[in-house]
């Protein structure tokens, strides 16, 4: 997903996907696990506890899926060189334009990839693995199961349980809730209130979307969705899709 618009503050949250964000001018405070680096222009890894603050400008911030191909080489990229300032590797790549059509900022994205050695045939989980994530997405009406999960992938619960968090980079069970907030947030996308795509996603009811939404993203769903407006999306082999707002 990529957010173009103003900046805020976020406090701590982590969640299952890679980061990149850039300002259009100046350094953000980025705060990354134990240290506070300012920063114009930082990769953070996926599942890493953060917060920043950008207040005043303008920013892109580019979430990429741990668990796609991409998101796989990128979170390396981003574990070596994590709260780095990396401005000077961008030059010249300036951020798109508000009005920037999908084509133009899915283009911005696929130059910020490159800039940073990550292409589309980089490696990706095992079919086992992508098994039991097709499993989750097709399961999300219910409860998936992790011994489902493990029989569609052709291993022990146990055997699964270390293989699914090592090869998409997130606990099974984070995983399904990271899953039903994907399928929330396309609710309201599709123009579901918060509610309704509260339980179309499986959530008990709103606040709990709302504290999944928090703790993965520093900001409640009410004060952000609200503000984005999706135009299209595309998607690689092996990764979900990528919305651009």
């Keep these: 997903m990529l957010y173009l618009g103003p900046g805020a503050a976020a406090e701590r949250h982590a969640h299952h996907a890679v980061q990149f964000v850039q300002a259009s001018q100046g350094a953000m405070e980025l705060q990354l696990e134990d240290r506070t680096v300012a920063v114009q222009a930082a990769l953070i890894p996926a599942n890493v506890q953060h917060a920043f603050s950008a207040g005043g400008q303008r920013i892109a911030l580019l979430l990429v899926e741990r668990h796609g191909r991409l998101g796989i080489a990128l979170d390396r990229v981003a574990r070596a060189r994590a709260g780095a300032e990396l401005a000077g590797e961008l030059a010249g790549l300036e951020l798109p334009p508000g009005d920037a059509t999908t084509e133009a900022a899915m283009a911005w994205c696929n130059a910020v990839l490159a800039a940073f050695g990550v292409a589309a045939d980089a490696p990706r989980p095992s079919l086992a693995i992508r098994r039991a994530?097709?499993?989750?997405?097709?399961?999300?009406?219910?409860?998936?199961?992790?011994?489902?999960?493990?029989?569609?992938?052709?291993?022990?619960?146990?055997?699964?349980?270390?293989?699914?968090?090592?090869?998409?980079?997130?606990?099974?069970?984070r995983f399904v809730l990271?899953?039903?907030?994907?399928?929330?947030?396309?609710?309201?996308?599709?123009?579901?209130?918060?509610?309704?795509?509260?339980?179309?996603?499986?959530?008990?009811?709103?606040?709990?979307?709302?504290?999944?939404?928090r703790s993965m993203f520093g900001l409640s769903p009410s004060a952000v969705l609200p503000l984005v407006e999706f135009a299209g999306s595309w998607s690689s082999e092996g990764d979900r899709n990528v919305q651009a707002p």
């Design 133 to 173: 994530i097709a499993y989750v997405h097709e399961s999300l009406d219910g409860v998936p199961r992790l011994d489902e999960a493990a029989a569609r992938a052709g291993l022990s619960p146990t055997r699964f349980t270390h293989r699914f968090s090592e090869e998409a980079g997130i606990p099974f069970r």
């Design 178 to 213: 990271w899953a039903r907030l994907h399928r929330a947030v396309e609710g309201i996308r599709r123009g579901a209130n918060l509610t309704e795509a509260a339980v179309a996603a499986g959530f008990s009811d709103s606040a709990h979307l709302s504290r999944t939404f």
